[in-house]
């Protein structure tokens, strides 16, 4: 993106990958921002969705977080330094009020799962266990339903190879994508390489459960609706007794929250029970299932939430 802070205006880039065409214009387009490239107030926009977003006069969608002012410029989720390289992502991070509310989080989107199936976005801080969480799914499911898997990592293809290396599923049906900056821009602003991806594995291998797995990030990291029907968020219990009750909208408004790595709460003083009772909380009785995804235990529940989302999500499903 370039900014010219003598009359306001800028241009987005979107790191080279938005060159694509949003239903009919373009995404780098050009803002007036009054000179003063600050208040968004008079137009917005998801950059989280390439197709059905209308930038009609300047409708747009935060990620459901509601009215907020833009200090510098900031996009769906981050304010944007003055001027952006490809993928110098240099940002300052917009406050938000609070973490969200489970019951308030945005609603699955109905669609057609014709040219993408329904799709599971696996996020959470790094080393939670999220591609643990993967394979254990892969082993459990893959006899019962065709399968397909997406990992992001920053700078490398990691995760998907060591899928590879574990047998989690025949090689074309695991893809790898380098997001090349924030993790979660890659799930949330400028979601088209993972879509991408998604619609490539359809192509070739016709999935019926697609997952995602984001690359680690903070607890602020959260899914577009336009990318993922399904959001399991996992954290673990080395990190602390603490994180459930520290909130972020990963633990607050994913539909299910995993605590991962339950062997290890001897060796950090953490209480099990004093975690599930926190999530209650800041999940207002959302649900929450504990794991030790390495070994599988506590895998077959996230997998009856999954399926039981899936059957839900079909059953309402718009025409092709
Ligand atoms: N003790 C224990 N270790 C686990 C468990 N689940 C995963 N691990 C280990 O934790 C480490 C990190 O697991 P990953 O699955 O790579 O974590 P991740 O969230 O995918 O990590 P990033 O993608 O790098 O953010 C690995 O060494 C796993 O073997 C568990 O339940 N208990
Ligand atoms: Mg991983």
């Known amino acids: 993106m370039s900014h010219d802070p003598t009359d306001g205006t800028?241009?987005?880039?979107?790191?080279?990958?938005?060159?694509?065409?949003?239903?009919?214009?373009?995404?780098?387009?050009?803002?007036?921002?009054?000179?003063?490239?600050?208040?968004?107030?008079?137009?917005?926009?998801?950059?989280?969705?390439?197709?059905?977003?209308?930038?009609?006069?300047?409708?747009?969608?935060?990620?459901?977080?509601?009215?907020?002012?833009?200090?510098?410029?900031?996009?769906?989720?981050?304010?944007?330094?003055?001027?952006?390289?490809?993928?110098?992502?240099?940002?300052?991070?917009?406050?938000?009020?609070?973490?969200?509310?489970?019951?308030?989080?945005?609603?699955?989107?109905?669609?057609?799962?014709?040219?993408?199936?329904?799709?599971?976005?696996?996020?959470?801080?790094?080393?939670s266990g999220k591609t643990a969480l993967v394979l254990a799914l892969c082993k459990k499911l893959r006899d019962r339903i065709r399968l397909g898997v997406v990992t992001n990592d920053i700078f490398t293809r990691e995760d998907a190879e060591f899928l590879h290396r574990h047998d989690a599923l025949p090689a074309p049906q695991i893809r790898g994508v380098e997001t090349g900056g924030c993790p979660h821009a890659a799930i949330r602003e400028d979601i088209t390489p993972n879509l991408d991806a998604l619609e490539d594995l359809m192509r070739a291998c016709a999935p019926e459960l697609l997952v995602v797995?984001?690359?680690?990030?903070?607890?602020?990291?959260?899914?577009?609706?336009?990318?993922?029907?399904?959001?399991i968020y996992v954290v673990d219990v080395a990190g602390g007794e603490k994180v459930p009750r520290k909130g972020g909208p990963g633990v607050t408004q994913s539909d299910l929250l995993v605590v991962n790595k339950t062997d290890l709460a001897p060796h950090v003083g953490a209480s099990l029970d004093v975690m599930a009772r926190d999530a209650e909380r800041m999940r207002q009785g959302g649900p929450v299932v504990f794991t030790r995804c390495n070994v599988g235990d506590g895998v077959d529940a996230v997998i009856e939430h999954v399926l039981a989302a899936r059957a839900e999500a079909l059953a309402a499903a718009t025409p092709a």
């Not at 390289?85 to 699955?108: K, M, N, Q, V």
């Not at 602020?220 to 993922?228: G, I, K, T």
Request: charged share 25%; glycine share 18%.
């Open 10 to 127: 800028h241009a987005h880039d979107h790191g080279g990958r938005c060159d694509h065409a949003h239903d009919g214009h373009a995404h780098d387009h050009a803002h007036d921002h009054g000179g003063r490239g600050g208040a968004h107030d008079d137009h917005a926009h998801d950059h989280g969705g390439r197709g059905d977003h209308a930038h009609d006069g300047h409708t747009h969608d935060h990620g459901g977080r509601g009215d907020h002012a833009h200090d510098g410029h900031a996009h769906g989720g981050h304010a944007h330094a003055p001027t952006h390289d490809r993928h110098a992502h240099e940002h300052t991070h917009e406050r938000w009020i609070g973490p969200g509310l489970f019951r308030s989080r945005t609603p699955r989107r109905a669609r057609s799962f014709g040219a993408r199936a329904f799709t599971v976005g696996i996020g959470g801080p790094v080393g």
């Open 213 to 231: 797995e984001s690359g680690g990030d903070n607890l602020a990291a959260q899914y577009s609706r336009e990318l993922v029907d399904y959001t």
